[in-house]
Structures are given as C-alpha cells and as structure tokens.
Nanobody, 126 residues
Framework: EVQLVESGGGSVQVGGSLRLSCIAS????????MGWHRHAPGNECELVAE???????YYSDSVKGRFTISRDNKKNTVILEMNSLKPEDTADYYC????????????????????WGQGTQITVSS
C-alpha cells in the first residue's frame, strides 16, 4: 500500500518559518520524483517545489529563494523548509510522488499519474 504521510503544518506569523516532512512507503522512493503542491481556496492547485530522483530541484517563482526542498533516500523522506513566510503562502500543502501537476477534484488533489498525501494546513497571519 502506497502511503505519503505529511507532518509539520500549523500556524505561523508573517516572516516565520516552518518545516514540512513527508514519509513515503509502498513504492520505489529512490527512483521517484517528489514534490510539494499547495491549494488555497479560490486558487488552482500549484506545484511549489519538486526534487527529482537525481536531486535536481524546481521551485515556483512564488517561493524561489524562500523554500528549500530536500530528500533523504535512506529514510524515504522529503522535506520542505519554508522561510520568510507570507500570508499568500496560506494553503493546504500536499506531498506527491511522480506528479508534476495537480487538479482539485472534490477537495482532493489528483493527477494523471502519481501518489498523494492527505495534506497539511499552513496558515500565515500578519
């Protein structure tokens, strides 16, 4: 059974930091591209950061320079370090494996391929 379990969400003030973790199981993690997507009400689902199986990274323009994605293949874990948080970072954050895009259906992210976690909420207040 494939599982992606996120942790680390919560509330923080503007300018603060949070660290999201995602522990994966049930598929070949070391061979998988891993990403973090987010969705806020009224917005489309957005890929914010991705780390390929070879370690290459991608960041959306909205988080570049503030967020850092990393992976630990020995622990099947992907981390998203978030700094200088802004109110517009408020969203539900989802860990995904092998999914480069997402669409919200019935309140859940979906994609043609890939696996998804349950999500963790982040609220940034001023």
């Amino acid at each position: 059974e494939v599982q992606l379990v996120e942790s680390g969400g919560g509330s923080v003030q503007v300018g603060g930091s949070l660290r999201l973790s995602c522990i994966a199981s049930g598929f070949p993690f070391v061979d998988s591209d891993m990403g973090w997507h987010r969705h806020a009400p009224g917005n489309e689902c957005e890929l914010v950061a991705e780390i390929a199986s070879d370690g290459r990274t991608y960041y959306s323009d909205s988080v570049k320079g503030r967020f850092t994605i990393s992976r630990d293949n020995k622990k099947n874990t992907v981390i998203l370090e978030m700094n200088s948080l802004k109110p517009e970072d408020t969203a539900d954050y989802y860990c995904a494996a092998g999914a480069t895009q997402c669409t919200m259906v019935a309140g859940r992210p979906t994609s043609t391929y890939g696996y998804w976690g349950q999500g963790t909420q982040i609220t940034v207040s001023s």
